[in-house]
Each structure stands twice: as structure tokens, then as C-alpha cells.
């Protein structure tokens, strides 16, 4: 007890003004230092979404089934890709964006010069379409697979009739009085055909002649770069 | 007695900076990254999907996808067909698994990486296609 007491009547270190002052100069310090890290952090954490987000979407309406160069989702028509311009895609994006796209690494078409930005990827598929020809051999031919834009051109001789067209035993075209000229035919899409010609008479070589649009797709990387 | 003390106030600020470093840390670690790989990753999978449900079958005369979950049978006969087919697709640094009621087809999905997936629903069942970076 005697000890406690003697410890409150000699000198009592004190606080003093200059300690406190240093306090606050140090408190001040690191509190700033404190803010710009977190603001950093932050902004970091923030990383352009709007370049993202464009070319997300972007990229989406490109290989939709309406896209502009579209033949089918995911699937872009080769004469379409060569048709495409800095127009369209400006269109597309908005103006206020530099804006590229690109196919298996050669730009199709840019607007601005997007250097660094944000990238994103579509796998499509660029169809050509190379015109076929056909001209059956009797009364039945098959179609390769995937043929569209099927015409058929019916020219029998004097004495032969034409009455019916089967695809796969379905009817397509059907005249009692005789089939001549030419005709469009829609065909399905996922199956080879065999078009079957029903006839009065005899059917020489030569007087069915059948057009079609065989496509050809090659794979492909639609890469669409955005920076705002 | 005259003892030598250390002022409070060089104690406080030495707790204060502490505190306020502590805090510091918190948002320079705890932020988390922004995730750049799944969006991507989603659209390739989208892509993978939409090729092969338009593709038509090597034999029964509907699409691909349906081919595969048409039967036991021909799943079995499809899947090395299938494999090839996406591997084609997909760039190279992108693996894959496809899952059918049938069974799977690709490497097996590795556990904490980012996927993308879609599904695409069939009449005999759903097709669902992950991938991820290699």
C-alpha cells in the first residue's frame, strides 16, 4: 500500500503536446495510405464490364439465327460474311465503341482500332453454297444430304405423262394431265432424299434435270474485340 | 521516483495503424477477381449445343443430339463419332464432357474449375455439354 501511495505524489509522466501531434500526423498518414489501397482494389475489381458486356453481346447477335450474316444459328453464309461492313456492325454496336470481328484470325470487318479490349469467342460454322446438278438415270435419284433450293425440271418427250414426284414416298408435285416444266421442292432438311418419278410411258435419260444448292460448312472462331 | 513512461499517444496511434492496416488488407485480399473464364466458357458450350442439335444424325434421320439418346445401342455405336465431332469444334484448350442418359462421353470434369454448360433437351432425353479450360 505504501508503495501505491508514494507513486501519485512524485512526477507522473505525462502525455505531451508534441507526442500528440506526431500521433495524428502518423494516423493521418496511414489513413490515407489505407484509402487509396481499397479505392485500388476496387477499381480493380470493377474491370470494364461495359467492354465485356458489348461483346458478350455483340458476339450473341452475330451467330443468332437473325444475325446479320446468318444462315442458321451458329451458322454464317459465306456471301453474308463478305457483305458484312463497317455499316452493319456499327448498326449492331452502337455507335461510341471501337469494335472488330474477326474470323479464324482474319478481320472481317472493324470499326475504330480496338488495341488491347475485351475478347469473346463464338464457334460457328461458314457455309458456301456450290450449285449441284443432276440428271437421274430412269425414274428414281438420290439427293446428297443436305441439298436445299431443290428445283426439278420435267421436259418428257410427245407420248410420256409425269403424273406424280415422291420424296421418300411422299408426294411433292402431282398433276393427273402430266407434269412439265419447273418446279420448287421442299424437302427435309435432316435426311438424304430419293426423289421417285411415277410415269405414263417411257422416261429417257435427259428429260428430268434436277438443281440444287449443296452447302459446305467449315468450322470457324468468330472472335468480336470491344473497347470502349 | 522518476520513471520513464511511453506517451499514450504514440501507443494509440500504434493501435490505430494497426487497425486501420488490418482493414487495408481486407480489401487488397478479400476483393474477389472478376471471373473473365465462365461467360466464355458458357458460350462455347451454348455453341457446342447449337452445332450439334442442327447437325443432322448419320442414321436415323433426325438431328445428332437425338441420335445419341435415341437408345443403348446407338450411343455405344455414336460416341466415338460424337467425340471427334466436338473435339473438332471446341478449340484446343478447351476440354469437354457430353452427358446422356446413356452414359458420357469426353474427360471427366476435374473438381474447382470454372465450367461453362448447356443442355439441350431431346424427345428421349437431355443432352448436357460442359467444357472448361485445359
Not at chain 1, 451458329?74 to 456471301?79: C, E, G, I, R
Not at chain 1, 420448287?184 to 429417257?204: I, M, S
Request: charged residues 20%; negative net charge.
Amino acid at each position: 500500500m505504501s508503495t501505491t501511495g508514494q507513486r501519485y505524489d512524485g512526477h507522473r509522466a505525462q502525455t505531451t503536446l508534441p507526442a500528440v501531434a506526431v500521433a495524428l500526423v502518423l494516423l493521418t498518414v496511414v489513413t490515407a495510405l489505407g484509402l487509396f489501397v481499397a479505392d485500388t482494389a476496387i477499381t480493380d475489381a470493377d474491370r470494364t464490364p461495359e467492354e465485356r458486356r458489348v461483346a458478350a453481346a455483340a458476339a450473341a447477335q452475330l451467330v443468332a439465327a437473325d444475325g446479320p450474316m446468318s444462315e442458321r444459328a451458329n451458322v454464317l453464309d459465306s456471301d453474308a460474311v463478305a457483305a458484312f461492313d463497317a455499316a452493319a456492325l456499327r448498326n449492331l454496336t452502337g455507335p461510341g465503341h471501337d469494335v472488330s470481328v474477326r474470323l479464324d484470325g482474319t478481320t472481317v470487318t472493324a470499326t475504330g482500332d480496338p488495341g488491347g479490349g475485351t475478347t469473346i469467342s463464338r464457334l460457328v460454322l461458314v457455309e458456301t453454297t456450290s450449285e449441284g446438278r443432276l440428271t437421274p438415270d430412269g425414274t428414281s435419284v438420290t439427293l446428297p444430304l443436305r441439298a436445299s433450293n431443290v428445283t426439278v425440271t420435267l421436259t418428257p418427250p410427245e407420248g410420256t405423262t409425269v403424273s406424280t414426284v415422291r420424296a421418300d414416298g411422299r408426294t411433292v408435285l402431282h398433276n393427273d394431265s402430266g407434269l412439265r416444266g419447273t418446279f420448287d421442292v421442299q424437302l427435309a432438311r435432316y435426311e438424304t432424299t430419293e426423289l421417285r418419278f411415277q410415269t405414263v410411258g417411257g422416261l429417257p435419260d435427259g428429260s428430268v434435270e434436277i438443281e440444287y444448292d449443296a452447302p459446305q460448312a467449315t468450322k470457324a472462331t468468330l472472335a468480336v474485340t470491344v473497347d470502349v | 521516483m522518476s520513471r520513464a513512461q511511453l506517451p499514450l499517444s504514440l501507443v494509440e496511434v500504434a493501435l490505430g495503424a494497426v487497425l486501420i492496416l488490418g482493414i487495408t488488407f481486407g480489401f487488397a485480399l478479400g476483393t474477389p477477381a472478376p471471373d473473365t473464364q465462365a461467360p466464355q466458357l458458357s458460350a462455347y458450350a451454348e455453341d457446342t449445343a447449337t452445332l450439334l442439335a442442327n447437325e443432322p444424325a448419320s442414321h436415323n434421320g433426325t438431328t445428332r443430339t437425338r441420335e445419341i439418346v435415341a437408345s443403348e445401342a446407338a450411343f455405344d455405336r455414336e460416341r466415338d463419332s460424337l467425340e471427334r465431332r466436338v473435339d473438332r469444334i471446341l478449340p484446343a484448350n478447351v476440354l469437354f464432357t457430353i452427358e446422356t442418359p446413356h452414359g458420357s462421353v469426353g474427360t471427366p470434369v476435374p473438381r474447382q474449375v470454372p465450367t461453362g454448360t448447356a443442355a439441350v433437351a431431346t424427345g428421349a432425353g437431355t443432352v448436357r455439354i460442359e467444357v472448361w479450360y485445359a
